[in-house]
Nanobody, 125 residues
């Protein structure tokens, strides 16, 4: 059974940094595209960063240059380092696992079969 367990959320002031983690279990970690998404109240879930099978990373324009996605294979953990945060980054953040192995799910949310529990990130001005 697949489990994705995220680290607790956090609150920071504008300009601050946070690091999110997502510990995965129950499947062969390196065979699946993984992504970080976020959802603000009243908005759709949007992809912010993706990590491909080959190690290729992808970022939404809104976070490019500020967020960094990485993984630790030995720990089966996905990370999202978030720098230069601003109030527009306030949202529930979720990690997700692509439905199919070896498939580039990118930022298409309905291609993801499994999600972390979601944690709140709040950035105050």
């Amino acid at each position: 059974q697949v489990h994705l367990v995220e680290s607790v959320g956090g609150s920071v002031q504008s300009g601050g940094s946070l690091r999110r983690s997502c510990a995965a279990s129950g499947y062969r970690y390196t065979n699946y595209y993984m992504g970080w998404f976020r959802q603000a109240p009243g908005k759709e879930r949007e992809g912010v960063a993706g990590f491909g099978i080959s190690g290729l990373t992808t970022y939404a324009d809104t976070v490019q240059g500020r967020f960094t996605i990485s993984r630790d294979i030995a720990q089966n953990t996905l990370y999202l380092q978030m720098n230069s945060l601003n109030p527009e980054d306030t949202a529930m953040y979720y990690c997700g696992r692509c439905d199919l192995p070896y498939y580039p799910c990118d930022f298409v949310a309905n291609r993801y079969a499994d999600w972390g529990q979601g944690t709140q990130v709040t950035v105050s001005s």
